[in-house]
């Protein structure tokens, strides 16, 4: 779990070349309960960092969920059309959101590490 | 009779708090030209006797719908609304019942929209239909944008047969969001082809059956072409007791369906309020506009009912939300329930084919007048004649004998160069004297 990166808005990335997958944190599909539908972003679409690029609702609320980075979509998990409870089985594995070329490498340097964002949720308590 | 409240002394109370030295103050902020510079041209007050003399007197120049040989149609229709929509409609427990705000509180309204939703569904043969809308332009309008969504694509196709009031609110719409829209030209002999219109960029196909003119589609074709493109084929019904008749726009590819349900336990109302209806696929679901009821169980597992999907709203996702439509047309869409629940499945079929017959009848009548031609070779309840002088005309000089013969297309599409034709419904309520009357005034104005 060390490759992940967390933004504040408790979005999680994980880097491979020059593609970066995405989710929601753990703590936040805890937050959320019971996700029962997530809106996600059209392949080809650009989305810049701080962004809207889905929409994930679960039972208490509707939330936006933003791009951690900037750069293209290039794939999203069709999965979640037919089984959006991954989001909760599987908050930072299965239940991804969408894959994006990075555009600006150097914002992953913005984002905080495992221990940080622990660190980040902690002090949220 | 005082219709202000507050007195001098409490408005100059009031001016004291909040420091300005008159009425006038408050509106500084107001461009001069933009205020009111005399006395707005109204009569000054009067007393009852007076005002209920001056306003029957405005009344009586009227013609009421009931009280001549009537065929106006082009998307509203004079039906008879059985006495018993109107009384049960107007009872308290219905008639103050708004969607509430606090809605699973109320259980009967729910009821009534969850057995509504369930009708147009039925009806128009599709998964899910919302708790209704405005009417039939708006739906159709809410319709384009539905499309813009799922596709996530902008540009909509809309057919040379689709009602132009329908046409100008999708258009006015379109102004102010990112959609543009491709007008085919007025269609009034029923023979456009929209295949050819639609791209890889298209992200929706608007027809109405039966057309504005009164034709009758078959729309499979169209619905795989729409389909083969990734686009979304849009089916607006403005006389909904055709549905009892003629295929249902689901049966035949539809995607979304929009129609005025104002046939259905309503009035002409003067125009409005009329009642909007929403039905679409149930996988386009999250992107339909408007309310939604569902049906439930309890925690004691009883059956019970609530308002669902609400994060497509506007007071839960506010600007993101599917439309900005928070409401439905509730009285509209209860008198349209208990209508149809009084007519029943077989009671609506017969309702449908005594429309038709009666349409039948006044255009083989009609059609057997010199300077009298039907263009139609299929309809519902209304056609279109091409006529020997000018349809407006033809109106006018008609309606100065007693007789509201229809519609003149030019009165609704100016400037297409169909001045010749005339829209002429016949409903249920059309007697044989009526249909005998039109022909007599028809043949008189056109000698």
Known sequence: MSDLRFTKEHEWVRVEGSTATVGISEYAQEQLGDVVF???????????????????????????????VSGKITDVNGDLEASPGLVNESAEGDGWFWKMELSDPDELGELMTPDEYKTFLEELD | MRYLPHTAHDRGDMMQVIGVENVDDLFVDVPRKALLQAPVDLPMHAGEIEVERALSAMAARNVPAGSVPFFVGAGAYRHHVPAAVDHLVQRSEFLTAYTPYQPEVSQGTLQVLFEFQTQVALLTGMDVANASMYDGASACAEAVMMANRV???????????????????VDTQARFVDAEIIFNPADAEGLENLVDLIDDETSCVVVQNP??????????????????RGALLIVAVAEVVSLGAVTPPGAMG???????????GNALNFGGPYLGLFAARARFVRQMPGRLCGETVDAEGRRGFVLTLSTREQHIRREK???????????????FTIHLSLLGEEGFKHLAALNHAKACKTAAVLGGIDGVSVLNDTFFNEFTVRLAKPAATVVDELAARGIMSGVPVSRLMPDTGQDDLMLVAATETTTDEDIAALAD???????
Request: include cysteine; proline fraction near 3%; aromatic fraction near 4%.
């Open chain 1, 38 to 68: 997530v809106e996600l972003p059209s392949v080809g679409a650009d989305v810049e960092a701080g962004g809207d690029a889905a929409v994930v609702e679960s039972v208490k609320a509707a939330s936006e969920v933003y791009a951690p």
């Open chain 2, 151 to 169: 596709t996530r694509r902008r540009r909509a196709v809309l057919s040379g047969g689709l009602h132009p009031h329908y046409r100008d609110v």
């Open chain 2, 211 to 228: 057309t504005f003119f009164g034709h009758l589609r078959d729309l499979r074709d169209l619905a795989n072409a729409c389909h083969a």
């Open chain 2, 254 to 264: 539809a995607d979304i369906v929009v129609g005025e349900g104002q046939s259905l």
């Open chain 2, 321 to 335: 939300a599917t439309s900005n439509i928070c409401t439905n047309s509730g009285l509209c869409s209860l008198a």
């Open chain 2, 441 to 447: 005034g028809l043949r008189g104005v056109l000698r």
